[in-house]
């Protein structure tokens, strides 16, 4: 599983269990419990998907394969400022993949990965219905519109 | 009305709100003016944009601080603010009204009808446009069989992609006899570069609302259940707040207007898996599994959701409904063509000047929706494809620009109607490289379960991926032809039996383009960058010495005042020499 070894303290066990049974400890309600999850934690580790196992009484193996399967889902952390490139179809003839090479280029990033210092995580979604607007850059809940590959470094300056 | 949309609210959309709504407290105006954030208007390029009724004057490209004068001179003066208004990209006429506005020309918006014009957040506004009239009319006047009837006739087919007929649909679903049924809403858009259902469930939540009671009602089902993305939050926070308000006047819930019909309706999140549009993954990723499909038979109608019979539509299609019920099957069916009735949202993006939300008749052309309504292609280049469909559709050409859209038109042209996403392409664009990216995407969201797309699939970008790189040759073309049938037979579900449309669709449209890839090794379109040669014209070039300084490798050498030269073994083709060169002296070949 994840390369990250965390160690859980008692009250986050705690809260995933407050959490499980929010959810009358539903096995069905497997995918709602992740969410809340990783709106609380930011990210789903192995040890995070033990407890939920427990709980719902799900095997580990299934709480996995459900959490590897959603994209939304994720066993790292993401970056505070996370950087996410829509490659929808709109934003890809517009230009997008110029604009992730850019991005790469300025982080030293690959997709899915997170600078050593927690900063930016580096992600690509698929269209955020702002088509519009193509190609668009989300980070955080802030969007960026008509982005050229020259207005990569100026963006990430406003997060310095 | 100021345009709420993602768009707009992503370009300073809610700065300007809230200065509109200072600007009319600071002159008193606050209690005759109301500024809402409406759903979207659909001219999603101009954003962001706002509505003045009455008039009904529409604003664009507006900033927040342009408040000020839009209060000062219009409210108060009465005069419109002139260099705000809509320029028509073909005319250059500004234009003022929404009728007026060339993109709503040819637009029938019967789906949409109320996004834009209505406040989200209030039933009440909803209910003065007739929100929950259709319901109230089913209820009191109808038997379930007659609903179902109604909506037979109406020739209403399936907007999710597939085009089955709802009204069959929901004939099915209420034979089967069961304790407990339910009916699902797709509202899983995983379509890139589609957002019609996110528009109609931002806009107008409660005609969503209305219709799947419709469908309870039809079916004998007492529970409504919505699967949405859990990346849509704005959507997710206005269905919330329609449900609550529809429960709170009695419109859902036990009981419903006395009638003794109970429905509610509760949300679920999808978590971001294309495969999940397919309705039987749907259902199972409701359930909390990963979202796989099962073979059909038995289909959801029979055994769905917790095994029960289950009726599932996408948002477009149930916001079709109230309007049927009011207005009649025979209105319905006069709309559209003759296999294909009604209208059709398309989120009209890519290489066009008015890109936005669109919804025309079925039957309208592709020359209309293109250069009517979108007004034409950007920066005057010319129109090589339109793709629709998505990931499971295929490319339409100049020659289809006269064909009526509809259902079966566009199969027999080799794309699909799919969900609606319609994105536009100019000669800039490399057919081989679209193609691939829709692989791409396939390829990522393959569930698995089934070899011929799981494998297939990948198999099929390689090849792509080959080509693009010069190394293809011809016989690779009928390998990758060959494979295309193999996973759109054997495949399990949906996905897999569309997946390779994208590359038979470019295939067949566009061939001489991938002969050149493999027998020339050029890319006609000048995309593929391994199939590029940068190259110094030496008559052009005076030896300023600035792409030699810019060039990141190393790769251009020459004396001063002499004309350089590009070393292509050095070159790594990023164009950086192209951009900086004041003479045209550096070409692509």
């Known amino acids: 599983m994840s390369s990250i070894k965390i160690e859980l303290r008692q009250e986050d066990v705690n809260k995933i269990k407050e959490i499980c049974s929010s959810f009358r400890n539903d096995p069905q309600e497997l995918i709602n ?104 850059v989300m980070i955080g809940d802030k969007t960026y519109g008509r982005v050229a590959p020259d207005d990569v470094r100026n963006i990430l300056k406003e997060y310095e | 009305m100021v345009c709420g949309g993602t768009g707009c609210s992503g370009s300073q959309g809610e700065a300007l709100l809230d200065n509109l709504n200072l600007e009319l407290e600071a002159n008193a105006l606050e209690n005759d003016i109301h500024v809402v954030k409406a759903g979207c208007f659909g001219l999603c390029s101009t954003g962001p944009n706002i509505k003045i009724i009455p008039g009904n004057v529409i604003y664009t490209g507006v900033k927040p601080d342009d408040a000020k004068e839009i209060v000062s001179e219009h409210i108060m003066k009465g005069r419109p603010v002139e260099r705000l208004l809509f320029t028509d990209p073909l005319t250059k006429k500004k234009l003022t009204t929404e009728k007026e506005l060339s993109p709503f020309r040819k637009q029938l918006r019967l789906v949409l009808r ?8 209030n039933i009440d506004d909803a209910i003065a ?63 890139p570069g589609a957002f019609m259902d996110r528009s109609v469930l931002e806009g ?31 959507a997710v926070a206005r269905l919330k707040t329609a449900i609550e308000q529809a429960r709170e006047y009695g419109l ?22 294309f495969v999940c549009g397919e309705e039987t993954a749907l259902i199972h990723s409701m359930e909390g599994l990963r979202g796989e499909p099962t073979v059909k038979p038995p ?53 066009i000047n008015n890109v936005g939300l669109i919804e025309v008749p079925m039957g309208t052309t592709l020359r209309e929706v293109v250069y009517d309504i979108g007004g034409g292609i950007r920066n005057g280049r010319k129109f090589k494809a339109a793709q629709t469909g998505g990931p499971s559709g295929g490319c339409l050409t100049e020659k289809h620009l006269d064909t009526p859209i509809d259902f079966d038109n566009l199969i027999e042209a080799g794309s699909m109607m799919g969900s609606g996403g319609l994105i536009v392409m100019d000669e800039d664009d490399c057919m081989v490289s679209v193609a691939k990216f829709f692989l791409d995407f396939t390829v990522e969201e393959s569930c698995g379960k089934c070899a011929p797309c799981r494998i297939g699939n990948k198999r099929l970008y390689e090849l792509l991926d080959h080509i693009t ?69 030496s008559a052009n070039c005076v030896g300023c010495t600035a792409c030699a300084r810019v060039c990141p490798v190393g790769a251009i050498t020459g004396e001063r005042k002499e004309p350089h030269v590009i070393n292509p073994a050095i070159c790594i083709k990023c164009g950086a020499c192209k951009e900086k060169c004041k003479f045209d002296a550096i070409i692509i070949q």
Request: hydrophobic residues 35%; contains cysteine.
């Open chain 2, 469 to 537: 790189k010069g190394k293809g040759t011809p016989a690779d073309l009928d390998r990758l032809k060959n494979m295309c049938l193999v996973i759109k037979d054997t495949s399990l579900c949906g996905l897999g039996q569309s997946s390779p449309n994208p590359v038979l669709s470019t295939l067949e449209n566009f061939k001489d383009e991938y002969d050149s890839h493999v027998t020339a090794k050029k890319c006609p379109a000048g995309h593929c960058k391994d199939l590029m040669e940068y190259f110094i014209i």
């Open chain 1, 33 to 136: 419990v992740l969410h809340k999850c990783q709106e609380h934690f930011g990210y789903l580790p192995a040890e995070i998907q033990e407890v939920i196992s427990d709980e719902l009484e799900v095997p580990l193996a299934k709480v996995y394969g459900v959490v590897t399967f959603y994209s939304f889902f994720t066993m790292t952390p993401k970056g505070k400022h996370p950087v996410s490139i829509c490659m929808g179809t709109a934003c890809y003839v517009r230009g997008a993949e110029k604009v992730m090479d850019e991005f790469k280029k300025e982080l030293g990033l690959q997709v899915g990965q997170t600078t050593k210092d927690g900063k930016f995580s580096l992600s690509s979604l698929r269209c955020v219905g702002a088509c519009g607007l193509a190609p668009v």
């Open chain 2, 252 to 273: 859902l819930g036990k009981d419903i207007m006395g009638s003794g019909f109970n429905f509610d309706i509760e949300i679920r999140y999808g978590a971001g898996a």
């Open chain 2, 114 to 121: 109320n996004c834009g014009v209505i406040d989200p957040g």
């Open chain 2, 204 to 234: 107008d939540p409660h005609a969503v609302l209305e219709a799947m009671a419709i469908c309870g009602y039809a079916i004998k089902a007492a529970k409504g259940l919505i699967y949405i993305r859990a990346e849509y939050p704005l």
């Open chain 2, 129 to 191: 446009h007739d929100a929950y009239a259709a319901l109230s009319m089913a209820l009191t006047e109808m038997k379930p069989a007659d609903v179902i009837k109604i909506i037979k006739d109406s020739g209403l087919r399936g907007r999710g992609g597939g085009g089955f007929s709802t009204g069959l649909k929901w004939e099915i679903a209420a034979k089967n006899k069961s304790d407990e049924k339910y009916v699902v809403c797709n509202a899983d858009e995983g379509d």
């Open chain 2, 299 to 351: 289909f959801p109608a029979e055994s769905g959701y917790r095994n029960k019979p289950t009726n599932v539509n996408n948002v477009e299609t149930f916001a079709c409904i109230s309007p049927i019920i009011l207005k009649g099957a025979e209105w319905f069916s006069s709309i559209g063509t003759q296999k294909s009735k009604g209208t059709k949202v398309f989120a009209l993006a890519g290489k």
